[in-house]
């Protein structure tokens, strides 16, 4: 399995962006168990934005993102998603996603996705 994250780019303060992260390699039977975003801005550490477990359709968010951005995806799907409004030029960072899928051939494992760039210009 492999995640591929794209939707970054540069957007000015105020502007929204949708970050998209698309497992491909899961066969055709599979199940999305959770997905997390996490960022990563230069010189800091790594830190967990948004997470969703699909089978309680429960969400967590980090306080600095609550209200603006929205995590969401699907236990069939395999296209999870990251809607970012109202960005601050505190959010620029890479962004990862993360999921925990299950499949026939390997059952649940996390996986991560490569990182998209999210610049916010004040």
């Known amino acids: 399995v492999q995640l591929q994250a794209s939707g970054g780019g540069l957007v000015q303060a105020g502007g929204s962006l949708r970050l998209s992260c698309v497992a491909s390699g899961t066969g055709s039977f599979f199940r999305v168990n959770t997905v997390t975003w996490y960022r990563q801005a230069a010189g800091e550490q790594r830190e967990l934005v948004a997470t969703?477990?699909?089978?309680?359709?429960?969400?967590n968010y980090a306080d600095s993102v609550k209200g603006r951005f929205t995590i969401s995806g699907y236990a069939a799907g395999n296209t999870m998603y990251l809607q970012m409004n109202s960005l601050e030029p505190e959010d620029t960072a890479v962004y990862y996603c993360n999921a925990n899928i299950y499949t026939q051939g390997r059952g649940s494992e996390s996986y991560w996705g490569q990182g998209t760039l999210v610049t916010v210009s004040s």
């Open positions: 969703l477990i699909i089978a309680r359709d429960k969400t």
